[in-house]
């Protein structure tokens, strides 16, 4: 059986406020306490997957102090496979930390924009041997100027007994009505097959 978390959104050092740079500290601390929460969610219950659909943090705010916590929560959970599609907020460059920090091995970062496969094989709980991909991609600047992320792409045939998992932080395009094109749209009529 395969078992695995998925987070989405934690906003790592975002303030969420300017006007109380009090609150703004504390709200900080809440969140990296609900993320080091989380792995240790991972580690007490043997997750072996986490699935982290983008923005983890945001370039503008992110403090060493988190990128140190970061690398030291992955680390503390060597059973577990990490795999992150960045977001619009924490987007994959050649310059962000992505890049630049050294994230220990059982952390996968999706880099490109166009769909990408991570395999892993694990043993379960029962001792059977679980096999899967993970399908995902990066966005890889803030702004993804409607830029079709499945545009065409036809997932290749899947090997028997394979979970199959994508990940990625998008727009389903199509709804809502104020809906932003900027980030990564995904359409309704576009399918995985």
Request: aromatic share 10%.
């Amino acid at each position: 059986m395969l078992r695995f978390l998925h987070c989405a959104d934690a906003h790592l050092d975002t303030p969420h406020t300017i006007d109380d740079l009090e609150q703004a500290d504390v709200r900080r601390a809440e969140l990296r306490s609900a993320f080091s929460s989380m792995m240790l969610y991972v580690k007490q219950n043997r997750i072996p997957l986490l699935l982290i659909a983008g923005d983890l943090f945001s370039h503008a705010f992110l403090s060493q102090e988190t990128t140190a916590l970061l690398r030291r929560e992955f680390a503390s959970a060597p059973d577990c496979q990490i795999v992150i599609a960045p977001g619009n907020h924490d987007f994959y460059a050649e310059d962000t930390v992505y890049q630049t920090a050294s994230f220990p091995a059982n952390v996968h970062i999706f880099k490109k924009d166009t769909p990408e496969c991570f395999s892993l094989t694990f043993t379960d709980d029962s001792g059977k041997t679980v096999s899967a991909e993970v399908w995902g991609f990066a966005n890889t600047a803030p702004d993804m100027n409607g830029y079709e992320v499945l545009d065409g792409f036809r997932l290749p045939e899947k090997q028997p007994g394979t979970h199959r998992i994508f990940v990625g932080h998008a727009v389903l395009a199509g709804t809502r009505r104020d809906e932003d094109m900027s980030h990564a749209p995904c359409l309704k009529k576009e399918q995985l097959a």
